[in-house]
């Protein structure tokens, strides 16, 4: 089998868009090794370099971060590593660092492929294939070779002559993806297990950008990107993700788990659609703003919506961070432009648009004589999903009023005030909105509290709801805060809903909804909204009931369960004068000749 081996100042060019398949952080995995004696193999897929333990000694020697077998072994060891995904695989660093006199001389890789539910292959399985030849080794010093792009596998095996210590290995290659089925499904088309790729990155000082499509949302800052302090006014850094493929997106979700005082003050996204697999040459006027400069905020998921994507497809994610800092995770969901088959692999004939042959066009013209027999559809409006609420995608239109488990992760945490108080029991996030009203002095309005008690929309879960009005409330603010229940006390309710849903949109230039600014929102019973005076918004709709049960057999397994609607109280603090003027509200009934605005609620 031919190989290369490449110097380690070349390493960039040759590795910065493979991904590291074997990896702890994508579910790498030692299966079975041959002999441990010095050092456990389960070091070998360690993210961290490997540090030097010089000086320190255990029970069986002097200690090392890596893999490390008995002396005089006649024939060599093994280590069988199940990789965190399928893939085709390109190269290999084998990094021998702070072995020096106990190094592997020599080393060689074997691959298969097998299914994910069948027994892990054995040492003597004979469908083992050799990827690499054997190679020589020297002490502390990483070794990288590439290797023809293999065959799909999901396992490799690590040979190393005839014994001794190899500190990190590590296996790079491309994501064999799998997506779903149904081409109307919406999924993260830049995670990493769906051949997402981070392609370059402007800085990577302190976490490298191929963090953000990992799965989950990471253990600790070291597991995110994050660049160096920036002093320069006007700086910004940015990375660019190649999508697993082309896609019409929707929403983005952005994380900064674990970063609270170094977090990015603001970002921005744009998409491209290119050939280039690194776009770093292309023009700024050719990458398409699709989320507008947006404030952030520490130690949370952000979920905002996508705009300039309606029916164009992208294949690549530019997010650009002001004036620097760390993200977690970026989440780019959307759909498949490319057509599919029931396994959810790649058409490679037959591409969208062509007729399929005649007798496809025959049967596609039989559907339509059928289809115009039956009466038309009534017009579908644009359709808005309905994403969870954060302060920061709320922010054009009002604040969230909440607790945070965390003092460190309000909003704008060098402003916001947070204190103890009641002798200690308690803590209290000062002022996270302010009441206002402008109306008119002798209009008589007061500023009160009222109490809506809301009954459930008629909505499910993956549904869809149609948004026919809009109202505003053009002199003051009003805030809608959820109260709980009451477990049987009264009138109070005793199972209170957990979940709503809040529906925006900016007042246009005609004094009307400007509905292309319209935006939906999920909020918890946890989360209490206020609306800026003047913003559109629908009226009140709770939404379905969610609990999570655990099982208290197995305590890995736990269920979902979406419980009917149930019934919500409110307390609406607003000013108003109350006799149903029109300083106090306008309601404006949308025009649906072309469809309503329909907003997509997940589960």
Partial sequence: MPYAQIPLDKFKETFSTNIELSSVALGGQVISVSDEFFAEAFHLLLVEPAPNLKGQFGPKGALFSGWESRRHNPTYDWCIIKLGTAGSIDGFDIDTSHFNGNEAPQASVDIL?????????????????????????????????????????NYVKLNMYPDGGIARFRVYGLVAPIFPSDTSANFDLAHVFSGGRVVFTSDQHFGVGSNLILPGRGKDMGDGWETKRSRAPGHKDWAIIKLGDTGYLSQVEIDTAHFMGNFPESCELHALRSDEIVPIDVPDDRWTLILPRTKLGPHRQHFFQLENVDGKPYTHVKI????????????????????????????????????GGSDAA??????????????????????????????????????VVQAY????????????RVTGANQGTATKFHKLALLESTYPQDSGATAGLSVYRCKPIDVSPEGEWEVKLLERHPCTNQAFIPMGGGHGRGDALEEPGTAYLVIVAQNGEDGMPDLS??????????????????????PMAVLYKVRQWDSRVDAHQSMTF??????????????????????????????????????????
């Avoid at 399985?125 to 990827?131: A, C, K, Q, S």
């Avoid at 990288?144 to 792009?149: S, Y």
């Avoid at 004068?577 to 997940?602: F, H, M, P, Q």
């Fill in 113 to 153: 492929y097998s299914a994910d539910d069948a027994p892990a292959p054995q040492a003597d399985d004979p469908r083992w294939e050799e990827l690499l030849p054997k190679v020589n080794l020297g002490p502390n010093s990483r070794h990288l070779f590439t290797v023809p792009a293999s065959k799909r596998a």
């Fill in 517 to 538: 600014t319209m935006r939906a929102f999920v909020a918890s019973g946890g989360q209490g909204i206020v609306y800026d005076t003047g913003v559109w918004h629908h």
């Fill in 405 to 416: 488990a965390d003092v460190n992760a309000v909003p704008n945490p060098r402003t916001t």
């Fill in 562 to 603: 979406i419980i009917p609607a149930q019934t919500m109280d409110f307390t609406c603090v607003e000013t108003q004068i109350g006799n149903g003027d029109k300083l106090d509200c306008e309601v404006v009934d949308l025009d649906g000749t072309a469809g309503y605005y329909r907003v997509k609620v997940s589960s």
């Fill in 320 to 355: 650009t961070i002001y004036p620097d800092g760390g993200v977690k995770r970026v989440r780019v969901l959307g759909r498949r432009a490319t057509a599919i088959n029931e396994n959810g692999e790649a058409q490679a004939s037959d591409a969208i648009g062509s007729d």
């Fill in 362 to 399: 025959a049967e596609r013209r039989e559907a339509d004589n059928a289809q115009s027999c039956q009466p038309p559809a009534p017009p579908r409006g644009p359709e808005i999903p309905a994403v969870p609420l954060t302060p920061e995608a709320f922010a054009p239109f009002g604040k």
